[in-house]
């Protein structure tokens, strides 16, 4: 298992930018993982944002946020991040890190393990 501390969440403005981060600790190996964030706005489901690959040769997006999303990792750091610009209100949500051995497992939304959450805000 791999624990999971997202931060940089926050309130910002539409048109604003964001870069969350997500540190990762545990025995494994962090480059092991596949890593990937999503999100869950009120009253909805968790949805798939973006996601790497281990070496972060191979990345996917969510056609929501493609072209305004990046996702990266630093392995030297055991971590991932998501730099998030043109925001709008339809981004707000609690936005989760996710770790997953299995690349495709967590694209489709089942990856083993969570973090706990970030909130960010996208005020109009």
């Known amino acids: 298992q791999v624990q999971l501390v997202e931060s940089g969440g926050g309130l910002v403005q539409a048109g604003g930018s964001l870069r969350l981060s997500c540190a990762a600790s545990?025995?494994?190996?962090?480059?092991?993982?596949?890593m990937g964030w999503f999100r869950q706005a009120p009253g909805k489901e968790r949805d798939f944002v973006a996601a790497?690959?281990?070496?972060?040769?191979?990345?996917d997006y969510a056609d929501s946020v493609k072209g305004r999303v990046t996702i990266s990792r630093d392995n030297a750091k055991n971590k991932v991040y998501l730099q998030m610009n043109s925001l709008n209100p339809e981004d707000t949500a609690v936005y989760y890190c996710?770790?997953?051995?299995?690349?495709?497992?967590?694209?489709?939304?089942?990856?083993?393990?969570w973090g706990q959450g970030t909130q960010v805000t996208v005020s109009s």
């Open positions: 996710a770790a997953d051995a299995g690349y495709s497992k967590l694209v489709v939304g089942g990856p083993d393990c």
């Open positions: 790497i690959g281990w070496s972060g040769g191979t990345t």
């Open positions: 545990g025995r494994r190996t962090f480059s092991s993982y596949a």
